[in-house]
């Protein structure tokens, strides 16, 4: 069978990932028991608004003796995977706390010029440093404290104002805020690239007649790139709610234990101005347009909930939209690429299965499920916090961004390499054809002179007929030949070939097709042109 295949006009090629630095070579926080803030795992560059390249972390046990998430070890982009590793983590603390006594000296505490350039030289936390950390939250049950203790170790002379009127809060929830709009970011431009992607498509295949399918049963017909807009409409819609969760997203800023700046007011000796000067300060340090007036100990949980409620809508639409490819494919319509070694079967030599589809819809459930956890995690914060968001939110947060990043490449690499065949779906309009035409031929009938009542029950026997050759004798379907064959219908046996033309049967399709990619795509995708135009073809790792 002739197979026509959709090809971007970009010929590089690369590999959209290479496989992170072991994830399990970093000891893992342990819960820590007395005012223990610094319970999100969320990680971050160095450097809020420029990420940094950080070490690779000191090697412990196999990556094949100990569980590793497969987000991480097999399918995530290196760029995701690092944003949620402990280096960029506890990096980013760092640049928090460099961030507050850079403030607090400006505002006129007694913090030396030596202390702040000795945290600026120590930003980046080396091996041995990791140790320490690890051996310290072993004995302190708290990881911020002991990072606290590790970088005073790095930065004597700053040692005695690290985290100077800070809870640890300061740290984990303004780094989980950094942690979230660095996401947003990786993924804004990735959902852009697929929308692009996408419209290529729907455009190239905007006149193809194809079957239309409501309750999976054959319907009116419409085209193949009108049905790709479809899926197109639904992912602008989450590129909307993405970008709209990135911008609302504020600073939690310096607010003390439970919320009051209390011990920020002591410092500056009962001065509020200076206070919330200081707060401003750390905001824009930290690359910030604003930070949420009140918090109680954290930032309010319902953050989360905004935050992963788009990702979880993102994936429903993923989950739509390769879904409808796997169907197609077992009609022989559609396929995703196929590589020239992939094996789709260990016993089935012949199997084309649609594994980067069944990846999507299996990795979209996931992230559909995330969202409730943020919902049931905020609905339970008593009063100004309680502990038991922590543990949640390290497996939760970071697995929301890490199965998005996933989706988002698994779909593009699909949406760059479909294969159309065009003479399968032909065969699978002339089969339902005849039946959606026989409106048209009533009409024509009509306009001939004929009663219609009488050309539509001439027109059900002949159907009846024809489909019991089709359904209990697995034939075609030969109304054509029967109203060919019967004399009624002879005025207008002349015009059969016309009335079944399926270019007569796809409405404004092309034209819908048109309207949407100029109207409505291409302005939406305006921002993102230059991240378009230099990607590359995505190459999953397996």
Known sequence: MKRKAFKN???????????????????????????????????????????????????????????????SSRYASVEMSSLFSSQTRFGTWRQLWLSLAEAERELGLPISEEAILEMKANLVLDHKQMEIAANEERKRRHDVMAHVHTFGLACPKAAPIIHLGATSCYVTDNADLIFLRKGFEILIPKLALVISR????????????????THFQPAQLTTVGKRAT????????????????????????????TGTQASFLALFDGNHDLVEKLDQLVTEKSGFKFAYPVSGQTYTRKIDIDSLSPLSSLGATAHKIATDIRLLANLKEIEEPFESNQIGSSAMAYKRNPMRCERICSLARHLMTLQQNAMMTASVQWFERTLDDSANRRVTIPEAFLTADIVLTTLQNVSEGMVVYPAIIARHIHAELPFMATENII?????????????????????????KVVKEEGGDNDLIERIKKDPFFEPIHHKLDQLLDPQT?????????????KDWVTPALAPYQEYILASEHAVLHV
């Open 9 to 71: 006009s970009q010929s590089k090629r690369t590999k959209v990932r290479e496989k992170p630095a072991d994830p399990s070579s970093i000891p893992p926080s342990i819960e820590h028991g007395q005012d223990p803030e610094g319970s999100s795992s969320i990680q971050h560059e160095q450097d809020p608004t420029e990420p940094a390249k950080l070490p690779t972390a000191m090697p412990s046990a196999s990556s094949l003796e100990t569980y590793q998430t497969p987000l």
């Open 198 to 213: 996408l419209s290529k498509f729907a455009v190239e295949y905007k006149d193809l007649p194809t079957l239309g399918w």
């Open 230 to 257: 479809l899926w197109i409409q639904e992912l602008l819609m989450d590129l909307r709610n993405l970008v709209r969760a990135k911008d609302d997203l504020g600073f939690r800023g310096v607010k003390g234990t």
């Open 443 to 467: 009409m024509e009938m009509v306009r001939l002179g004929g009663d219609r009542q009488h050309c539509h029950e001439q027109i059900r026997v002949l159907s009846h007929q024809a489909g």
């Open 505 to 517: 049967f796809i409405g404004r399709a092309p034209q819908q097709v048109d309207h949407f990619i």
